[in-house]
Nanobody, 114 residues
Framework: VQLQASGGGLVQAGGSLRLSCAASGTLVTTNGVAWHRQAPGNQREWVAT???????GYADSVKGRFAVSRDVAANTVYLQMDSLKSEDTGVYYC?????????WGQGTLVTVSS
């Protein structure tokens, strides 16, 4: 199983970015995919999840601003991030659990300038 995260970059506060997580070796429709992030000096924190069945959940800090979706044909999960704030800065990771093993992508850096 491999996860390839991409789409990070530098954006001004109030702007938007869309992150992608391309999966191989498993299907995003049979394994839920979650997004986590880690700001400098902080612990990694959960951001959002898109379950295999399509249910989703968001951390309170991003609710109403972030949205998860997926492209089944591309086997890719997306994280649309709008109204970005400086506190959203960090490295974003996608992850999934398969057969009791958690897999992580390599992370993509999001920097929000105020």
């Amino acid at each position: 199983v491999q996860l390839q995260a991409s789409g990070g970059g530098l954006v001004q506060a109030g702007g938007s970015l869309r992150l992608s997580c391309a999966a191989s070796g498993t299907l995003v429709t049979t394994n839920g995919v979650a997004w986590h992030r880690q700001a400098p000096g902080n612990q990694r924190e959960w951001v959002a999840t898109l379950a295999a069945g399509g249910a989703f959940g968001y951390a309170d800090s991003v609710k109403g601003r972030f949205a998860v979706s997926r492209d089944v044909a591309a086997n890719t999960v997306y994280l649309q991030m709008d109204s970005l704030k400086s506190e959203d800065t960090g490295v974003y990771y996608c992850t999934l659990m398969r057969r009791g093993v958690r897999y992580w992508g390599q992370g993509t850096l999001v920097t929000v300038s105020s």
